[in-house]
């Protein structure tokens, strides 16, 4: 728990995942507030002026040419939040909804959206009581922005809709807010709409899968070496040499990483003098390296799109430093839709390779002496034979989610809105993408452990060895006669998921790239 102070000039992915994730105090800067006010000043002067302008004195989308009197604004303001809140389907995760609510309130505090400096507190008031909206799966085309999942968090603020409690327990909203001293906002001019503008969801959902996407590339390459250790292949392939005359910087990281996993071992290098001779290692084993560095370099330029939506301030209409309130189509998610999708496709590739591996361990003629499914007694038991269907429908999963949701656009008000984004859909199964991919990893994780011990007369790395020990104290149990699969592979899934894998590893070789 610490304070992430909110100014003008953006936020950080670290602070983002620090409240989504970390429920850390939100608080707002003296510049962010002296910012507010003067935006506010701008839109209090063009509201109280004859001629419309759109989002303060008109309606919105396709109802934009209408004028709209002073006595209807404050109603029309609470109207466009209630009639947007039409998200169906289950709840998002609460982590979502703070990182949403989060990267709006960044956008607020920028100055160029006309809210006033006592909404954007009461943003920040409802994620300190650990309230959360009740967002659903449906609602957001990506444009303009998240419109639904961000309604139904500005009709929490007005005390209106279902939100969950700092307990778990889904109540109104209204009462939430009362238990904890918060009122309720009366919207004014353009408030509303500054409210819901945004691709707060589909960038939230990015940082989160990055940070998650960086700890299993790196349980990746862990669980490729102890891959290529088991079937005693050679290291020789990932030589630094080699990987300089390609210089793709995640190719180097990720062969690196290899590398430092198998120092000291005693199970490679054997890959001529087994009882199947080769030679070269398979694909899936030799080119490691290349897979998982694409991916890496995937994220990479996911990561220069985040830092640069983190730095943006996303609504329309915006408020200039001149004075000028101007319309613009910077709500758009092209930009984080398309890293959302390719980061969904890098997923499915390192899946599908170490899904390959796996069943070559399996594989009683390809796996150079391990017993058929790494079975105790083949034929009376089937040993690993069903944990690699599961990983190949995870896998046959991924890919499906591979296809591109930004390639899709369908119109909307009334052809206003003629090309979307779809960036919430790519962010969505990304999330599911993601935790497939952990659990593909997982199984192999679970495949290479079990074989290297099966390796009699051989020894492992040192960081082979610390990893085995780490997955067998947390309870995940070793080589032996068949026995009930799921609690293993899901506690096998828990240690990566968590970083434990990672961390088992990097306390011998030191940290990973």
């Known amino acids: 728990m610490h304070t992430v102070v909110v100014g003008t000039s953006g936020t950080t992915a670290q602070d983002v995942i620090a409240v989504a994730r970390g429920n850390a105090t939100v608080e707002l800067s003296p510049e962010a507030l002296a910012a507010l006010a003067k935006a ?34 404050a109603q029309l303001q609470r109207n466009i939040v209630r009639s947007h809140a039409a998200g169906m389907g289950a709840p998002v995760e609460r982590e979502v909804v703070r990182a949403l609510m989060f990267l709006r309130l960044k956008t607020v505090c920028s100055g160029h959206t ?42 929490t603020l007005m005390g209106e809709g279902d939100a969950e409690g700092p307990d778990g327990r889904v109540r109104p909203a209204g009462e939430l807010l009362a238990e ?78 290899m590398l430092a996993v198998l120092r000291g071992s005693g199970l490679t290098g054997h890959f001529q003098q087994d009882e199947a001779p080769r030679v070269q290692d398979a694909y899936s084993v030799r080119c490691a390296p ?5 991916g890496r370099d995937t994220m ?94 995870l896998v046959s999963e991924l890919k499906r989610l591979a296809v591109p949701a930004s390639a899709d656009s369908i119109p909307s008000s009334a052809m206003q809105e003629d090309h979307v984004s779809m960036g919430w ?19 192999e994780l679970y495949a290479a452990t079990r074989a290297i011990e099966l390796r009699e007369g051989l020894t492992p790395a040192p960081a082979s ?19 009930f699969l799921a609690p293993d592979l899901d506690a096998a899934d828990a240690f990566v998921r968590e970083g434990r894998l990672v961390e088992a590893v990097e306390k011998v070789t030191g940290p990973l790239a």
Not at 128 to 153: F, M, R
Not at 320 to 347: C, K, Q, T, W
Not at 425 to 443: D, E, Q
Not at 465 to 480: H, S
């Open 40 to 73: 506010r000043e701008i839109v209090d002067a063009l509201a109280a002026k004859p001629e419309p302008v759109y989002g303060v004195s008109t309606g919105f989308g396709a109802l934009a040419t209408r004028h709209i009197s002073p006595e209807l604004r």
């Open 425 to 443: 859909s790519a962010a969505r199964k990304l999330r599911t993408a993601v935790g497939n991919l952990g659990r593909i990893i997982a199984v």
């Open 180 to 257: 904890h001293g918060i009122e309720p906002v009366e919207l004014r001019e353009k408030e509303g709409l500054a409210l819901l503008n945004g691709t707060d969801g589909m960038l939230g959902m990015l940082i989160m899968a990055l940070a998650d996407l960086d700890r299993l590339y790196k349980s990746a390459d862990i669980t490729a070496a102890l891959s290529l250790e088991a079937l005693l292949g050679t290291e020789k392939v990932l030589a630094p040499e080699l990987h300089a005359i390609r210089p793709h910087p995640g190719q180097g990281a990720a062969a690196a990483n």
């Open 300 to 393: 990479a330029h996911a990561r220069l799109v985040a830092e640069r939506e983190l730095a943006s301030a996303v609504d329309n209409p915006v408020v200039l430093p001149d004075g000028r309130v101007e319309s613009n189509g910077n709500f758009h998610g092209a930009p984080v839709a398309y890293v959302l999708d390719f980061l969904a496709i890098a997923a499915a590739d390192l899946g599908s390779i170490a899904e390959r591996r796996t069943d070559r361990l399996l594989d009683k003629n390809r796996s150079h002496g391990l017993p058929p499914f790494l079975a105790d007694d083949a034929g009376v038991d089937s040993g690993l034979m069903i944990a690699q269907y599961t990983q190949a429908a």
């Open 114 to 155: 006309g809210v006033r400096p006592q909404v954007a507190q009461t943003m920040a008031d409802v994620l300190n009581a650990g309230i959360t909206p009740v967002v659903h799966e449906y609602g957001s085309l990506g444009c303009s922005g998240d419109l639904a999942p961000l309604s139904h968090c500005a009709l």
């Open 290 to 294: 290349q897979v998982a560095g694409a």
């Open 465 to 483: 060895r610390a990893a085995i020990e780490a997955l067998r104290a947390a309870g995940v149990q070793g080589p032996g006669p068949d026995r």
